[in-house]
């Protein structure tokens, strides 16, 4: 006789455990070495919820020493009456016929299930067996409910379920809980003092979400919860805790918001977006500001949703620090191209770049297609021509084009962020505007007609559209909105901050759009500010709080005093004008120094016209020779400015002597018959 013939049942049971894991693969034991450690895993855990007659799979995995194992499972009811199995572990609430295809109900109540292989058992999980749930209805124990909870605070949920009108909530047991986004609330079904059919919220990020509860294979109606939003915003210099910085070119420091919640309570916010006015000057990334290049810039942050303020209205904060960048000057580069020969038979267009050290013309790069319009994003990265076949796009650095013939028309705006494009064509029928998604290579196409300028908020999230007294406004979070202005309009521009967007129309009317709302009227009060003559341009200065708006002979500065908080917020809103004591004029561009401290001007008259804010004075700075310009580029430092002429040279003019110190030749078309004036003129950040 054999010894294991005379092995007892322990005995005998470890070594077929042992032979039969060797069997499958799971490794080699001696009869010295330990027995393997065996668990089974049984899904659902550790309760389920059954409607009378439905049927529930259970699964389990048996593993042995953390491998999983290919072995038999039995699935076990302790009360056939109330649960069964079929040998696949789909569960019967009530009895199978023999063949395992009909589920006949049973009895309702509470039965322990459990599986077993290879000799070990399961947990139990614990079914509870009832009528047809019908409804779950969900809702704050505490009536009424708090229209928010304050970070950290808590708020506790309870479900009612029903099968037709009967209360049920007693037979179903403990209930599976979810909330919608679980940036705004953590939820906790453990917590002390909580009953099978509650749950805790605890309060996360500021936005909206809901909550609600699952049983027998059903989503109940759902509750909302509010963690209380952001109500006011700020920011100051971590170093100087102050609004304004001082960086050497390279150099890096942080900043610190502060966050204020509808209670008044101080709050920490993780989602908020930070934003440079000016890329060039300074980058920002999660409260930290890195110096690039010398000059000026306006870093803030935003409390924008989705990452902030989730599902509610954005929060811009009620000022900026005020960020200066020195550092040797380095060169920059400012394009130059023509819209000459748009429409043009047999006529290439050059962009020829200008190194503002050496202030000369470098190799120029032949266009695919004559441009009628072209934009540099704010990034530097990319440059974007409406041509008549379809959008270019060129990246600079390399020095390559990527065509998109789907997208015709004219390039209107370009995101800060850098990520989108509006292209607009008015001579398709019908006309149509393309929004483009650069990261993800698709457009929006939107019907809207005659659509000739458009704006973007300093988010990204929002832009406004113009076709005549029709503004739309476009946004990534809101549908498309409509409004009538008072007049056509002429030009518009967002605060730096966000906080309102101003339009000016005919005849001379700026009006001030909420920026948290997509463009409502500011107030009854202060919607709409009077100028002395038509709006013709407008360009926000980088304190956050005024607009320049250019108003012959001179322009009118929008003071718009905010704290921001809210959503509208309050605001009262003046008016000043400066006279550039040079007479009437057209505008044809204005432009403002990173700085903030200078605005120039350009126009019909053979100077640029320029205000400097610390001194409260007019200037001008003369073309020689005499020439008309007609498009401009300032650099980032504010001490150059290079000026397209009627006489085809670009003009460089130097801000701080107020002189022109030199011109510039350039050649944009190859054919000569063709006038090819230099109309573009744009600086890669």
Not at 367 to 382: A, E, H, K, Q, R
């Amino acid at each position: 006789m054999s010894r294991i013939g005379k092995l007892g049942p322990s005995a005998l049971g470890a070594w077929l455990l042992i032979l039969n894991l060797a069997s499958v693969g799971c490794g080699h034991y001696s009869s010295a070495s330990p027995p393997p450690t065996v668990k089974v895993a049984l899904t659902p855990a550790p309760t389920a919820s059954m409607n009378l007659g439905s049927t529930l799979q259970f699964s389990a995995t048996v593993t042995a020493n953390k491998s999983v194992i290919t072995t038999p499972i039995k699935f076990i009811s302790r009360n056939n009456n109330i649960v069964s199995f079929a040998p696949s572990g789909l569960a019967c609430a009530g009895t199978w016929d023999k063949s395992f295809i009909v589920c006949s109900p049973g009895s309702a109540g509470v039965v322990n299930v459990l599986a077993s292989g290879f000799g070990t058992a399961s947990t139990v999980t614990k079914v509870y067996v009832h009528p047809q749930v019908t409804a779950i209805n969900t809702a704050a124990i505490v009536q009424p409910p708090p229209n928010c909870v304050s970070q950290n605070q808590t708020e506790t949920f309870q479900a009612t379920i029903f099968s037709g009108n009967t209360d049920i909530t007693p037979l179903v047991g403990p209930l599976t809980w979810s909330v919608m986004d679980v940036s705004v609330a953590r939820i906790s079904t453990t917590a002390a003092g909580l009953q099978s059919n509650q749950v805790q919220l605890t309060a996360n990020q500021p936005g909206l979400t809901q909550v609600f509860a699952s049983a027998s294979q059903l989503n109940g109606q759902p509750a909302t919860f509010q963690t209380c939003p952001v109500q006011a915003l700020s920011v100051v210099a971590s170093s100087t805790g102050s609004n304004s910085l001082s960086l050497q070119s390279s150099s890096s420091s942080l900043l610190s918001p502060t966050a204020v919640d509808t209670q008044g309570v101080p709050i920490s916010v993780s989602g908020l977006t930070w934003i440079s006015s000016q890329p060039g000057v300074a980058t920002t990334k999660s409260g930290s500001v890195t110096a690039g290049r010398p000059g000026g810039a306006a870093v803030f942050p935003v409390c924008s949703p989705p990452s902030c303020n989730v599902h509610l209205s954005p929060i811009y904060s009620s000022n900026v620090v005020s960020t200066t960048v020195t550092g040797n000057a380095v060169a920059e580069t400012v394009f130059v191209t023509s819209t000459g020969c748009f429409g043009a038979a047999s006529c290439t267009t050059s962009l020829v770049p200008i190194n503002t050290q050496t202030n000369t013309a470098g190799t120029a790069l032949s266009l695919p297609s004559p441009p009628n319009s072209f934009v540099i994003d704010s990034t530097g990265t990319n440059a974007y021509f409406g041509t008549a076949p379809g959008l270019k796009t060129l990246a600079i650095s390399a020095g390559t084009f990527r065509s998109s013939n789907t997208v015709a028309g004219k390039v209107l705006a370009v995101s800060p962020d850098g990520n989108q494009v509006i292209v607009s064509n008015t001579t398709a029928s019908p006309n149509v505007v393309n929004v483009i998604d650069v990261k993800a290579g698709s457009s929006t196409p939107l019907l809207l007609s005659g659509v000739t300028a458009a704006v973007f908020s300093p988010d990204s999230t929002t832009a406004y559209l113009f076709a005549g007294s029709t503004m739309s406004v476009f946004s990534t979070t809101q549908p498309l909105r409509t409004i009538t202005l008072p007049g056509p309009a002429t030009d518009a521009a967002f605060l730096t901050t966000g906080t309102f967007g101003l339009v000016g129309s005919t005849p001379s009317t700026v009006s001030l759009l909420n920026g948290c709302d997509s463009a409502a009227p500011a107030s009854p009060n202060t919607s709409t500010v009077s100028t002395i003559s038509a709006p013709s341009l407008l360009a926000s200065l980088p304190d956050g709080k005024t607009t320049a708006v250019v108003t012959s002979p001179g322009f009118t500065t929008i003071a718009v005093n905010t704290t921001a908080a809210g959503c509208p917020p309050p605001v009262t809103a003046s008016a000043t004008f400066h006279d550039f004591g040079q007479g009437g004029f057209t505008p044809k561009q204005v432009l403002v120094s990173s700085d903030g401290k200078r605005l120039y001007v350009i126009s019909n008259l053979s100077e640029v016209l320029a205000y400097d804010f610390p001194t409260a004075s007019a200037k001008v700075i003369p073309l020689n020779p005499s020439a008309t310009p007609l498009a401009a580029a300032l650099t980032l430092s504010g001490n150059g400015l290079y000026v397209g002429a009627s006489d085809g040279t670009i003009h460089h003019l130097d801000t701080v002597g107020l002189q022109d110190v030199g011109q510039i030749p350039v050649t944009l078309c190859s054919n000569t018959s063709v006038s090819c004036p230099p109309d573009v003129v744009a600086l890669r950040p």
